[in-house]
């Protein structure tokens, strides 16, 4: 079983901020994969459904992003859940807007959300990290997380959270760190195929003799 979960904060106020992207990921591929209505449980919103073959949870925590680990903890010593069979998306400063990291366990980075998780569950579960940029001003953070995302912003957030959603059956492979983030990157990036260069035309013929 995966225990997927997705951090932001509940209320339609938060729903397009930045740092909601998790929600907005995992609402993304619960619609793709026709998950299950999602009911009240785990001071969270859980739904049931399937990623190549396998059962798995999705969870968005209700408590706030600062409160998230309380959510996830509850969920995971109820399922007993190993950190390796919970899979955290969330959002991250320290990379470009559009970009995607897959790693496990590591620093908090500031991140209150991973920090709340940390104490409630360890440090070693599964992330996805996506880039929403930095302001460049530390004291700037928070309104940046809290600010919704700009139109201009759907160029690169929708095909986004597109490719994340199609890729997600890899999450459940042993290989599934590298093989899901190098799926999303091929979708959102093909290889592109130059056509081989057509070869010179050669003429078989009598070589022209002249006369004397």
Aim: aromatic share 6%.
């Amino acid at each position: 079983m995966l225990l997927l979960v997705g951090l932001g904060n509940p209320g339609n106020k938060y729903a397009d901020n930045r740092h909601n992207i998790g929600f907005m990921a995992v609402d993304e591929i619960v619609r793709r994969h026709d998950f299950a209505v999602a009911r009240k449980r785990f001071q969270g919103l859980l739904c049931e459904g399937k990623l190549g073959g396998q059962k798995v949870l999705a969870l968005k925590p209700q408590t706030f992003m600062n409160e998230s680990g309380r959510s996830v903890g509850e969920a995971a010593r109820f399922y007993k859940l190993s950190p390796d069979q919970i899979v955290v998306i969330h959002d991250e400063l320290d990379l470009a807007p559009g970009k995607l990291r897959v790693k496990r366990g590591g620093g908090l980075a500031g991140h209150n959300g991973l920090r709340s998780l940390a104490a409630h569950i360890g440090k070693d579960f599964r992330r996805i990290r996506l880039g929403v940029g930095h302001p460049g001003d530390k004291g700037k953070v928070l309104s940046h997380v809290l600010r919704d995302f700009a139109k201009a912003d759907d160029a690169w957030l929708d095909p986004l959270l597109a490719a994340m959603a199609q890729a997600a059956p890899l999450l459940v492979r042993d290989d599934s760190d590298s093989a899901f983030a190098s799926k999303v990157a091929l979708i959102l990036k093909p290889p592109t195929h130059k056509p081989k260069p057509e070869a010179p035309e050669i003429i078989v013929g009598e070589e022209n003799q002249s006369s004397e």
